[in-house]
């Protein structure tokens, strides 16, 4: 699949190929509603291909004052005036200023070029890669054609991954300990983890378990956060006792929405999970608590 875009009138049209796209993994990605599928590339692979110049139409002859692409890293959040903002710019010179003669076919290579953050769609922030070819021309506007690329950044398995225990409670009515086997886990992983009811004098009826994703853009007092619930699933129906135990089993590999976990990217946003334990009694009051978790990308993945 390549990305082929048409200009009417006096535009040349311009197609964007890779070199791998016969065998290059795809993914899906929805965006707005519409769905979409887009070359996959690792951070550290390399991005080369052909770009394809076609005079306009009932024209055999282009003139232009150069030719060249650009690997752009872009950051687009919804509510900053900037609208825009570019980590990565990397540009190569195609075709010197001249005239081309009927369709020209002109390589163009990326090497070595380490790709730092992955690619994001979120609620208020997108974190893009494209592939952007540009014709300059004297008189009239420039011509130009974008590809979009999928990038996923690959992590080694964290040498400290400490369990969870905490204990938390309302005096002398409920008093639980909740424990998770680690508090780092890859996205194909599974959660495992144990509820124990220490003390119960209030009458719950439900308890449940949800995966919540909150994304932060800004910083300082312009920061503004966005949550939302990946899925959450019952625990428990029923009233427990005292010393009963609750297990967890939560298999993160179903859920395609989440992401690593993205800590200040750019100085432009954040995204961090948190397991979010609920309790809910015969009166529908509700007793929660949070606890964030670090989501990665497996190397071998």
């Known amino acids: 699949m390549a990305s082929l875009f048409g200009f009417v009138g006096a535009s040349p049209t311009i197609h964007i190929a890779l070199a791998d796209a016969d065998t290059r993994k795809r993914v899906p990605v929805t965006v707005g509603g519409k769905a979409s599928e887009l070359y996959l590339f690792m951070a550290q692979d390399d991005v080369r291909g052909t770009v394809t110049v076609e005079p306009p139409k009932g024209k055999s002859r282009?003139?232009?004052?150069?030719?060249k692409i650009e690997l752009i890293?872009?950051?687009e959040v919804a509510n900053d005036r900037a609208g825009r903002s570019e980590f990565t710019s990397l540009l190569?010179?195609?075709?010197?200023?001249?005239?081309?003669?009927?369709?020209r076919q002109l390589?163009?290579?990326f090497a070595n070029v380490e790709k730092q953050f992955e690619s994001y769609d979120g609620i208020n922030v997108r974190l893009r890669y494209v592939l952007k070819v540009t014709i300059a021309r004297q008189y009239n506007s420039n011509v130009s054609a974008e590809l979009e690329l999928r990038v996923h950044v690959l992590s080694y398995e964290p040498e400290i991954n400490s369990s969870i225990k905490m204990e938390v409670g309302i005096e002398d009515c409920l008093h639980i300990e909740f424990e998770y086997n680690r508090a780092k886990y890859h996205l194909r992983d599974v959660i495992l983890g144990r509820i124990h009811f220490l003390l119960v004098r209030i009458k719950i009826k439900h308890m449940e378990l949800a995966i919540i994703k909150r994304e932060q853009c800004g910083s300082g007092g312009g920061a503004y956060n966005e949550s939302e619930t990946v899925t959450k699933f019952e625990v428990m129906d029923g009233a427990p006792v005292r010393s009963e135990s609750i297990p967890i089993r939560l298999f993160l590999s179903g859920f395609d929405q989440l992401t690593?976990?993205?800590?200040?990217?750019?100085?432009?946003f954040s995204v961090k999970y948190f397991l979010n334990l609920v309790l809910i009694d015969e009166e529908d009051r509700r007793y929660f608590k949070q606890q964030e978790i670090t989501l990665w990308r497996k190397l071998c993945v």
């Open 73 to 75: 890293g872009r950051i």
């Open 260 to 268: 690593p976990t993205m800590r200040n990217v750019n100085n432009k």
């Open 62 to 67: 282009l003139e232009h004052m150069g030719i």
């Open 107 to 109: 390589p163009f290579e």
């Open 92 to 103: 190569r010179e195609l075709e010197p200023a001249g005239e081309l003669s009927g369709v």
